[in-house]
């Protein structure tokens, strides 16, 4: 099977890709109907066609497992929509908004939690009437400090449309930080050229990325060298990663996928439980191996590769750090669990 040369976006195309059987076409087809399917040419090299299990085809091939969707999953299960005050902004906390310009990603995660949003079938791009409102909101509110442009994915936009919508930010000046959330770097590692990072740094605030990555092989060497061409260019780089049955609920692959980063100078930030996205049971770990991984992680690996563990709290209620607590106790007396589970009394008895 040779390298495919275009994106891959419906059941015919993976089937002719070698990605899935001829039977499973029909299945597939049903899925398309619900939920976009994209995978890159770099996503589709990543993959392991003899492995049953692989971890990238995990991530990005579909499934008719896609088609169960239970009782508790929901449409937008972070709550996007009740904090959004004018078209494409969310804002849930007092000091950031959400910028969310445009509903198209160069490859649709099968987990995703946006995933009634995103796509040809979503929300779209916004029109430059929305786009005025969305930045004459964030001109009116002075509490607004951050702006994070996600989506889908801000880095599907031409450096033209970026670079203006920079331009824009860059006159308000109650804005000091801009971040863009993304997964360019990984499966369209070739977008991120000088035009692109010269866009990025247009509104001439300080500019933090978050690379979106869940498993260790998705640094390919072409992943590194972009992911280096945008350290180089002094834009700070942060993970965030979901934790993701099948593909990264291990502390190996954790650990490697942790290590990776920090590798490639973006330091761990996030490691999101699996959101209740329609459709995705089966990427959902419990809440408590969550805990274990991350608890095990931190007596694995050094301190600078640790992510924060967070759950988007259903119902638009923001995140929360769920990672096991390692005190427990009150009133001046505590007791601390270290990396090994050992506990101890804090301040400690005296002898
Ligand atoms: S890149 Fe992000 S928004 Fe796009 S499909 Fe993946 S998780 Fe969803």
Redo the contacts with the bound molecule.
Sequence with gaps: MGAVKASLKNADDLVAAGLVRHEQRDALAAVAERYAIALTPAVVGLIDRDDAHDPMARQFVPTAAELVTTPEERADPIGDLSHSPVEGIVHRYPDRVLLKAVHV?P???RF????EM?GPAGLGTLTPDAMDAAIGYIENHPEIWEVILT???PLVLSARRLGEMMGRLKAISHVRIVRFHT?VPVVEPERVDDALIAALKASGKTTYLAV?ANHPREFSDAARAAIARLADSGVVLISQSVLLRGVNDNVETLAALMRGFVENRIKPYYLHHPDLAPGTSHFRVSIEEGQALVSALRGTISGLCQPTYILDIPGGYGKADIGASSISGGDGCFTVRDFRGGEHRYPPDMA
Excluded at 112 to 115: H, N, S
């Design positions: 990603c490859v649709y995660c995703c939690f946006r995933r995103v989506g889908g994915d997964r979106h």
